[in-house]
């Protein structure tokens, strides 16, 4: 196998004068015998198969007996993951962020499964999948709706603070997403100023010119974006002065860390001061100690997000939670 594979990739060849190259990817099983049929070892290839692209291509991989249930799990995955959307099973779950003094100061929508049999599926199993098999589409459609809803909720009980939503990096670049996002705006009657879109760095790997240009048409409608995960994947900064960026988000795996490791503590004051620079809000992501807490502040970040503060919820019960401040608030002042 490996023989094949190195005379294809090694073998160059012209198309209309121009170099081409090829690439293989290889998967094998071992025939052992008795139970097996052909239909059987032609799919265990062809998982081994799909292992070897999956792990970036012009590889030779062997089949082994986990590959059937990641198949196993895929499957039901993609087909229950498109029965859900648009049930109660499927819904999105407020973080709200706080500010120094307390005050909410924003929220972020996370995704939240409840299989009727298997339980909660967690986001890093389905939302990989939704965008394999191009089911993001939908699922994406359906969260902004989703957020806008929520921001009206919100604004019939007396907040108007934004909420933030992630959009995955193929979602973005889909060719009718800005029209999909300027139409659901429309219908829904929401400013575009209320929504912030959370977008990982990986995105930024793409075409630049691309993502930015897509990105100056959404802040056109008034959407504002936000770097989420930040101080952990892209390292070339230049995109911060080159985008329309309105927020980072310091990732959790920093925070985490802080005020006991030294490293940690250098890159988030680097963060802080870098967005102070840049004019850019910072939100520190997985905030679950006072000391956290004490520390990010004390260094003027600007809003916390985490457990130590509140724990994702639904909609209902965040408005619930609202509403009785408000009229605690509201008592107070009389």
């Known amino acids: 196998a490996e023989k094949i594979r190195l005379a294809i990739c090694n073998s160059a060849f012209s198309i209309q004068d121009k170099p081409a190259y090829v690439t293989g990817s290889i998967g094998l099983t071992l025939i052992q015998g008795e139970g097996q049929t052909s239909d ?6 062809d998982m081994a198969t799909h292992r070897a692209k999956q792990h970036g291509g012009n590889q030779v991989t062997f089949y082994e007996r986990g590959l059937q249930s990641e198949v196993e799990q895929r499957l039901w995955l993609e087909h229950d993951l498109l029965q859900a ?24 929508l996370l995704a939240r499964w ?3 049999t298997r339980g909660a599926v967690s986001p890093a199993l389905f939302i990989p999948i939704a965008e394999e098999t191009g089911l993001i589409g939908l699922l994406g459609s359906w969260s902004l709706r989703f957020a806008c809803d929520a921001l009206l909720a919100l604004q019939e009980a007396g907040e108007t603070y934004p909420l933030s939503l992630n959009v995955s990096p193929r979602r973005l670049m889909e060719p009718q997403f800005i ?33 930015a240009q897509r990105m100056q048409a959404l802040s056109r ?10 101080g952990t994947g892209y390292s ?15 990732d959790k795996s920093l925070v985490q860390d802080i005020p006991n490791d030294s490293d940690s503590i250098a890159i988030v004051q680097l963060i802080l001061a870098m967005a102070d620079q ?37 909609l209902e019960a965040w ?16």
């Open 40 to 45: 059987t070892v032609m799919r265990e290839a």
């Open 85 to 108: 959307i648009g049930t109660p099973n499927l819904t999105l779950h407020v973080q709200p962020q706080f500010g120094r003094d307390g005050r909410v100061t924003g929220g972020e």
């Open 114 to 116: 409840n299989h009727p």
């Open 179 to 211: 029209e999909s996002v300027r139409d659901t705006l429309a219908n829904k009657g929401i400013p575009g100023n209320r929504l912030i879109f959370e977008i990982t760095e990986g995105v930024l790997i793409q075409d630049m010119q691309a993502v």
């Open 221 to 230: 409608l008034g959407i504002r974006f936000s770097i989420d995960d930040f």
């Open 236 to 250: 070339n900064l230049a995109y911060l002065k080159r985008l329309p960026l309105y927020e980072l988000k310091i």
């Open 278 to 314: 840049l004019n850019l809000r910072v939100v520190a992501e997985g905030v679950e100690t006072e000391s956290q807490s004490r520390f990010l502040f004390e260094h003027d970040c600007h809003a916390l997000q985490g457990y130590l503060l509140a724990r994702p919820m639904p």
């Open 319 to 334: 408005l619930d939670v609202v509403r009785t401040r408000r009229r605690s608030a509201t008592g107070a002042a009389g």
